[in-house]
């Protein structure tokens, strides 16, 4: 039994679902479950849409025009005969936000966020079923929110384990039998039918939670790149690919910010050793990554940037120290505002941290830790992580720049930096 996650780059347009197509054709013989992201940038089309609704923005509906036409031109490509049903059902689907839009927001951001940007999956996985059933293929269309239950989190649903179980294995092993289940990524659902979303990029985690409750053989991401890769290509010329990971050293590389693996997605997969393979869909003969259980390290170094980082550095008010108590509050005021920590270094009086920016949360974390601490911060800076680094790959990555703050240990070496200040 198999788990296929294909993200947006690989349904972007009609030649991306016709190439999906043929990749599941390959496997049709195979007990498969597919999982589909919103098509290309749809997922930011829609954010945009939710802030020009959320802000009451005059190009509101000039957004959702953009969203709908973009989806209907890939419909016409795939279904010549425009009485085809999928025509009508995704109009509807696209109705869902209309109702939302028609009057001013009542609900909170996070809220809405779900309801509005969920839509981007329940429309790409609606056509991709439809297109596999033109070719003959025996896919079943399944709405994720009837499987996969969370709390009401919204954009960060936790995931309750037992009841979500318990719904897959009640109806997805006997479809599984006669046809080719096509289901929604990042997505999940409230005991009170709402919809919630399980976190950015949160597709993999999707295909992770099905593959932990069928006990699935593997799950394989395919993605628009050979596999895993020591570094980003946008940042490097030169890039290696990396045949196969251990369990640990991909939950490090998500945990650090690599962009390929979701971070939630390991762990379910370690707890049942359930082969994850990340193949290029472009280059269906390359076996791509394996990751799975080994107690082999990684043979070559890899490097994660992150770029538009805040340090900011809290120091107490009188003389007391940075105790655990102190600790204590400020972690609570991260979690507040939904601010995740990327590095932290503490000394008696200090503690500093690097953050991505966002312009709505960093400066209410400021504003409410200037209540009780004194709060210095720098933009602009660049978080680089080195797992398995050594001196010669530190110096590739400081040509022009000076270190800002340092972090080692053995395996890791993580540095803050900026461009060189020249006279």
Known sequence: MQIFKFGGASVKNAESIKNLTRIIEIYKDDALLVIV?????????????????????DNLHEIFDEIKSFHYEILEDLFPDKSNPIFNDIANTFVEIDWIIEEEPQDEYDYLYDQIVSIGEMVSTKIVNAYLQQQNLPSKWLDVRNYIHTDNTYREGNVDWLKTEKSIQKDVPTLL????????????????????????EGSDYSA?????????????????????????????????????????DAIELSYYGASVIHPKTIKPLENKEIILNVRSFIDINNNGTVIRKTKDHLSIPSFIFKIDQVLI??????????????????????????????????????FSVSVDNNSEKIPKLIEELRKDFKVSYKENLELVTIRYYNQDTIDRVLVNKEIILEVKNSYTCQMLIRNQITN
């Not at 039998?177 to 950015?200: M, V």
């Not at 009188?318 to 503490?346: A, C, G, R, T």
């Open 208 to 248: 992770a939670i099905f593959a932990a409750c069928l006990n699935a053989q593997s799950v394989t991401i395919w993605k628009d790149v050979p596999g895993v890769l020591n570094a980003d290509p946008k940042w490097f010329n030169s890039t290696e690919l990396i045949p196969e990971l251990s369990y640990v």
């Open 313 to 350: 550095n809290i120091l107490p008010k009188d003389f007391s120290f940075i105790v655990e108590d102190n600790l204590s509050q400020i972690f609570s005021l991260f979690f507040k505002y939904k601010v995740k920590i990327n590095m932290m270094h503490n000394s008696a009086i200090n």
């Open 177 to 200: 039998k006669d046809y080719i289940p096509i289901t929604q990524g990042f997505l999940g659902g409230t005991s009170e039918n709402f919809t919630t979303t399980l976190g950015r």
């Open 37 to 57: 992201s919103a098509m290309d940038k749809t997922t930011n089309k829609l954010e945009n849409l939710l802030n020009a609704y959320f802000n009451q923005h």
